[in-house]
Every structure is written in structure tokens, then in C-alpha cells.
Nanobody, 122 residues
Framework: QVQLVESGGGSVQDGGSLTLSCAAS????????MAWFRQGTQKERKAVAT????????DYVDSVKGRFTISRDNAKKTVYLQMDSLKPEDTAMYYC???????????????WGQGTQVTVSS
């Protein structure tokens, strides 16, 4: 089991940057796929990016490709989301998740952080 705590959210202007961090505690961190999801005005949490256990494979949704970068430091048990060229439509609560498969379905991830708010103003 793993516990997750996000940090790094905040308010920025259109075109700005933020880096989110997700610190994990517990056992087996290196075995998990780590993912970032976000939830805006819609009820559903939507995947933003995923990264495999040893950081080899990464996946991004089309809307963030070229702007967001997911990375992980297994020694620190931390996953990051570097967000550049932010847009107002990126405004959402961002959640870190850990699961056994790198898929884009929220229901496939058993472990979640509490979320961190990102607000981008025009």
C-alpha cells in the first residue's frame, strides 16, 4: 500500500508554469505506475499523464503534449508534473494516483492523493 501527498499547485497567468510534486510513502513504490489526473468543472477525473515504474514509458493526453512533462525520482519516491505554457482550460484540481497498470482510466488506480488546485487566469 502507498500513501500520496501532492504539492505545488497555485495560481498563474496564461502562459505561466508550475511544477507539481507527489510524495509517496509505503511499500512497493517502484512497482507502481504513477499518473496525474485532473478534475475541472466536469465530475469525471481525466488522465493527464502516466509513467511506468522505472520511468521508461510515458503517456500524455493530446491536450498537454509538448507542454507538460511527467517524471519520477524513485530514490525520493516522488513523481513530478512540469507544466509549461499553461492555459485557462488547464484550471482544475490535480490528483496523483498509483496503480498496477498505466492506463487512462481512473477506476484502475487504487491509491490517490488529496489533490492540489491549479488555477490559470487569462
Amino acid at each position: 500500500q502507498v500513501q500520496l501527498v501532492e504539492s505545488g499547485g497555485g495560481s498563474v497567468q496564461d502562459g505561466g508554469s508550475l511544477t507539481l510534486s507527489c510524495a509517496a510513502s509505503g511499500y512497493g513504490y517502484n512497482d507502481y505506475c504513477m499518473a496525474w489526473f485532473r478534475q475541472g468543472t466536469q465530475k469525471e477525473r481525466k488522465a493527464v499523464a502516466t509513467i511506468y515504474g522505472f520511468g521508461g514509458n510515458r503517456d500524455y493526453v493530446d491536450s498537454v503534449k509538448g507542454r507538460f512533462t511527467i517524471s519520477r525520482d524513485n530514490a525520493k519516491k516522488t513523481v513530478y508534473l512540469q507544466m509549461d505554457s499553461l492555459k485557462p482550460e488547464d484550471t482544475a484540481m490535480y490528483y496523483c494516483a498509483a496503480g498496477f497498470s498505466c492506463v487512462r482510466t481512473a477506476a484502475s488506480y487504487p491509491y490517490w492523493g488529496q489533490g492540489t488546485q491549479v488555477t490559470v487566469s487569462s
